[in-house]
């Protein structure tokens, strides 16, 4: 089993800053892809960024130049550390996690962009 853990998130004015972490333990892949997506009310779950294993990673449109994937392997974690955060970013945040045959989500923090 794999279980993730999420922290970050939360309210911020538009222009700020906010990092999202995100924590896998357990029986964890030695490849695996691990990233973070998000759904705002009304619309379809969407990737964000997600980073592999091998360090190649993808970003959304939407966030390349504001958003940077980060991880570190050794605590099998991902960091998403997003700047010039806007109003239309406001949305639950999901962890991702895929190795093998599994795909698992986590639980989702929200992120709001207001002033």
């Known amino acids: 089993q794999v279980q993730l853990a999420e922290s970050g998130g939360g309210l911020v004015q538009p222009g700020g800053s906010l990092r999202l972490s995100c924590a896998a333990s357990?029986?964890?892949?030695?490849?695996?892809?691990m990233g973070w997506h998000r759904q705002a009310p009304g619309k379809q779950r969407e990737l964000v960024a997600s980073m592999a294993t091998s360090g190649s990673s993808d970003y959304a449109d939407s966030v390349k130049g504001r958003f940077t994937i980060t991880s570190d392997n050794a605590r099998n974690t991902v960091y998403l550390q997003m700047n010039s955060l806007k109003p239309e970013d406001t949305a639950v945040y999901y962890c991702?996690?895929?190795?093998?045959?599994?795909?698992?989500w986590g639980q989702g923090t929200q992120v709001t962009v207001s002033s």
């Open positions: 357990g029986s964890i892949f030695s490849f695996n892809v």
């Open positions: 991702n996690y895929r190795g093998g045959t599994m795909s698992l």
